[in-house]
């Protein structure tokens, strides 16, 4: 599913235009962007918890050349789905 298949969802279920369809849908991604690169967490219920983490700087592996490099500290992003969440996948 792409974000132009959200909006059209949007559009049919709710009933505004395309055009505010498309600004919410948009406005809603933006505002969960925004809280996650701030290093919040965000949680939906019903739905699940997106952390960003913190990763520690470490030394890796090139697979090829066997030659060892350092891998930066970064942050990821993980999902965590709910269990209702999980329970609708299983049925």
């Known amino acids: 599913m792409t974000k132009a298949d959200i909006v059209e969802n949007v559009y049919e279920q709710v009933g505004f235009s395309k055009k505010e369809s498309a600004e919410i ?3 809603v991604f933006d505002t969960i ?3 996650l690169e701030s290093g919040e967490k965000i949680k939906i219920s ?3 918890n997106f952390i960003v983490r ?3 700087a470490r030394i890796g592996r090139n697979p090829q050349t066997g030659q060892e490099i350092e891998i930066s500290a970064r942050r990821v992003l993980t999902f965590r789905p709910s269990q209702v ?3 609708a996948l299983n049925e």
């Open 54 to 56: 913190e990763k520690k």
């Open 46 to 48: 019903g739905f699940g």
């Open 25 to 27: 849908v948009e406005l």
């Open 85 to 87: 969440l999980k329970s």
């Open 33 to 35: 962007k925004r809280t």
